[in-house]
């Protein structure tokens, strides 16, 4: 058991270099978009939730932050006074790609499949969404496969756990 924890942890590990890198060409590409950077936290939110193996990252890899307070409600958890996430370099999946062009699909009620895309408002304009061509934005979806196939392999309860809820005392 300890060795397919510590080789989920390590799948894991890697995925998130991956993403790290086609995000890094993303946000190359976007450049002159994108405002994301250190103390930019319109998307950390409070109420993020990850799946437990992401927890566990977070646990190994900054346990002394969970021993600290959590910032105030309506921000994430991890946030520090200046903006800045505390456990940056063990962040979750969904940090890596956030500010970036994203592109989805849903099924309406007619169950025919069609595709969405957004970016953070907090961005620039630019190029029409709908006019970018399909390797300029994040697709949602064969990444979040590849995290739950992790979490299978980690085992255990697959429900996600609240970033909050990560601290001491909490």
């Not at 890899?61 to 958890?77: K, M, N, Q, S, W």
């Not at 025919?112 to 957004?118: A, K, L, S």
Request: aromatic content about 6%.
């Amino acid at each position: 058991m300890h060795g397919s924890l510590e080789k989920a942890l390590a799948d894991l590990e890697a995925l998130h270099h991956e993403v790290d890198r086609e995000a890094a060409t993303l946000a190359a590409r976007h450049a002159g978009r994108l405002r994301c950077g250190p103390r930019c936290a319109g998307c950390c939110l409070d109420g993020l939730t990850v799946l437990p193996v992401e927890a566990e990252r977070i646990r190994r890899g900054a346990p002394a932050v969970l021993r600290e307070r959590p910032f105030p409600d309506g921000g994430c958890a991890f946030l520090d006074p200046a903006g800045r996430c505390r456990v940056y370099p063990f962040r979750p999946y969904n940090c890596r790609t956030q500010g970036l062009p994203l592109r989805w699909f849903e099924e309406d009620e007619h169950e025919e499949v069609r595709e969405r895309r957004d970016v953070c408002l907090l961005n620039l304009p630019g190029p029409p969404l709908d006019a970018l061509d399909d390797e300029d934005v994040w697709t949602i979806g064969p990444y979040e496969e590849r995290l739950v196939e992790i979490q299978e392999r980690f085992g255990g309860n697959a429900e996600r756990v609240r970033l909050r809820g990560m601290f001491e005392g909490s």
